[in-house]
């Protein structure tokens, strides 16, 4: 019976405490500039699929929502995010050479395919972000015309 004084007196104010101070380590949400002219420029409905579903982590047009100032959420959203813009940014895309827009394009639908993108925690979110069946179809039939156009043009 004794633990529970213990835990409201002294464990509950540290946890508090930890959390408030948690506040105070911000990482930095940016969204780089960048040219317009370098963005991907997809067919609709594909560029709208793109930008519901992977330009928050994969372009410098991320919309920080009102979580991502909230610690230690901020830390994983900031991470994540800078992870998939090293990865691929659709804002930067015409700046990748023909080989590595090519792999890019197989690895869209690839990802989206086994359904490791986007991430499970984006799509709990941001449920409007979730692939169907017709999105990954629709994804990798732009990807496979956008590699042979590549493949062409060598």
């Known amino acids: 019976m004794r633990v529970l004084p213990f835990i409201l007196r002294f464990v509950l104010p540290l946890l508090v405490v930890a959390f ?20 991907l420029r997809a067919p609709q409905p594909v560029q709208a699929i793109l930008e519901r579903s992977c330009y928050d982590c994969h372009s410098s047009r991320t919309r920080w929502r009102w979580y991502s100032h909230v610690a230690p959420l901020s830390w994983t959203l900031v991470h994540d995010v800078d992870e998939g813009r090293a990865e ?23 990802v989206v395919e086994k359904g490791e993108m986007p991430l499970r925690g984006y799509v709990f979110m941001h449920p409007r972000a979730q692939l169907l069946a017709a999105d990954k179809a629709a994804l990798c039939a732009w990807a496979a015309e956008e590699r042979a156009k590549l493949a062409a043009s060598r």
Request: net charge negative.
């Open 20 to 39: 408030v101070g948690m506040q105070f380590v911000r990482p930095a949400r940016t969204n780089p500039p960048y040219d317009p002219a370098n963005e």
């Open 88 to 110: 691929m940014s659709f804002t930067n895309w015409k700046q990748y050479p023909p080989r590595d827009a090519d792999h890019l394009l197989e690895e869209i639908c690839e």
